[in-house]
C-alpha cells in the first residue's frame, strides 16, 4: 500500500472515456485526503476531457495529454515531467499509459500490473478479479486505498460552463428532460422512437421540453428522436455543443434517461436523477448504489453466475418497455414534489 502522507506531488493520469474520468473522481478525492496538505495534485486527461474535471476543489491543474501514436508517450510524458510529480497515479489499465508514466522521470509510478505493463511501474499493484463484474468505482479508488469506502463520482458546474450552456439552452428552458439516445455500440441503445415517447410523455404530463444529448457521431440518431417530439426540443448534436456545456445542462435538468454511456456518470455526479437503460452491458460494472438513479434492466432476472456482456439474445435493450421508463422516471423525480 502506499504511503500517500510522505509524497510531495502527484500527477494523476486519468482514463480516457468520459463515464471512466467520472468514476476515477472518488480515487482523486480518496488522494487529497491521504496526501500532505501542502502537496500538489494534477490531474491529465485527454484532449477535450479537462472541462469534465474543472471546479473539482481537491485538484489543483489539470493538463491535457495525447499518448496515441508512435511519438505520443514521449510528448506526453514530458508533459506530466513538466507539473514536477513526486509521483505519477497511472488510473487506465493501458500498456501505452504505464510507458507515459516511465518516460515522465518520476521516481514512484503507481498502477496495476496488468497486460505485462508491470516492469514500467515502481508500485505495481495486483488488479482484482475481473472474471465476475466488480466496481470501476472500486477498481480505481483501489489504487489509493484498497480498503477505503468509497463515495459517489462528483462533478462540478462552474460559471465557465453555465456561460458554454447559455448558447445553446433558450432562457425559457428552465425546466427540462435530458435525454441520450446514443451509446457507443448499437446493441447499446434504446430504440429512437421510444426516446421520442418518453420525451412526449415529460412534456404531456409535466410541462417539460426536452435536450437531446449526442456527440459529432450521433447526429442522425438525435435528429430522429428530435423529430418525432411533439414538445420543444434542443438537439445538442445539431448545435454542435461542447462538454462543458453539457455538464452545466445536466446539473440544470429535472432528470436525465439515458442508456448506459458517458453522460449517465455525469448527470450521478452532479446528482441529477437518472434513469439508467442497459442491455448488453452488466449494470455491475458500474454498479454506483447509493446515486439518485433508477437501473433498467433488460433481463432483470438474469442468474447472478451470469454476466450481461455475454447474455446478448437474453439481454437485447430492446426488452425494455415505455410503460417501465415511464414508471421509473416517477420513482427517481416524484411528481408530487420538486425534483
Known amino acids: 500500500m502506499t504511503d500517500w502522507s510522505t509524497i510531495s506531488s502527484v500527477c494523476a493520469i486519468m482514463p480516457t472515456w468520459i463515464g471512466d ?16 496538505e501542502a502537496a ?43 507539473t514536477k510529480p513526486e509521483a505519477v497515479l497511472v488510473l487506465p489499465g493501458s500498456w501505452r499509459s504505464a510507458l507515459t508514466s516511465r518516460l515522465s522521470g518520476a521516481s514512484r509510478r503507481i498502477g496495476y500490473a496488468r497486460d505485462a505493463r508491470g516492469w514500467m511501474l515502481s508500485d505495481a499493484t495486483k488488479p482484482p478479479d475481473r472474471s465476475q463484474p466488480v466496481s470501476t468505482v ?4 483501489g489504487l489509493v486505498d484498497a480498503d477505503a469506502a468509497v463515495g459517489l463520482p462528483e462533478l462540478s458546474a ?23 439516445p446514443g451509446a457507443n455500440r ?41 423529430s418525432e417530439c411533439n414538445g420543444p426540443v434542443i438537439d445538442l448534436a445539431a448545435a454542435g455543443s461542447s462538454l462543458a ?13 439515458t442508456n448506459d454511456t458517458g453522460p449517465r456518470h455525469i448527470a450521478i455526479g452532479l446528482g441529477t436523477p437518472v434513469v439508467s437503460l442497459f442491455g ?24 447472478e453466475d451470469l454476466v450481461a456482456d455475454r447474455c446478448g439474445n437474453a439481454c437485447a435493450i430492446d426488452r425494455i418497455a415505455i410503460e417501465d421508463v415511464v414508471q421509473a422516471t416517477w420513482l427517481v423525480c416524484p411528481p408530487t414534489t420538486a425534483c
Open 21 to 36: 474520468i467520472c468514476m476515477a473522481t472518488p480515487a482523486l478525492r480518496l488522494l487529497r485526503e491521504r496526501l500532505p
Open 40 to 82: 500538489t495534485l494534477t490531474a491529465a486527461t485527454r484532449p477535450g476531457m479537462s472541462p469534465l474535471l474543472r471546479g473539482l476543489p481537491w485538484i489543483d491543474d489539470i493538463i491535457e495529454i495525447n499518448p496515441q501514436g508512435l511519438l505520443g508517450p514521449w510528448r506526453a510524458g514530458a508533459a506530466i515531467a513538466a
Open 138 to 141: 472500486g477498481w480505481y479508488a
Open 158 to 180: 462552474t460559471e465557465v460552463d453555465r456561460a458554454d450552456a447559455a448558447e445553446v439552452l433558450p432562457p425559457h428552458f428552465k425546466h427540462y428532460a435530458v435525454l441520450v
Open 186 to 226: 448499437e446493441d447499446k441503445r434504446w430504440p429512437a422512437d421510444r426516446f421520442a415517447a418518453i420525451a412526449n410523455v415529460l412534456h404531456t404530463a409535466r410541462g417539460w421540453p426536452s435536450v437531446i444529448s449526442g456527440g459529432p457521431s450521433e447526429q442522425s440518431l438525435c435528429a430522429e428522436v428530435a
Open 245 to 257: 456545456a453539457l455538464k452545466a445542462i445536466v446539473d440544470g435538468a429535472e432528470l436525465m434517461v
Open 280 to 303: 448488453p452491458t452488466d449494470h455491475r460494472w458500474t454498479l454506483m448504489s447509493e446515486a439518485n438513479e433508477c437501473r433498467l434492466l433488460a433481463e432483470p432476472f438474469l442468474p
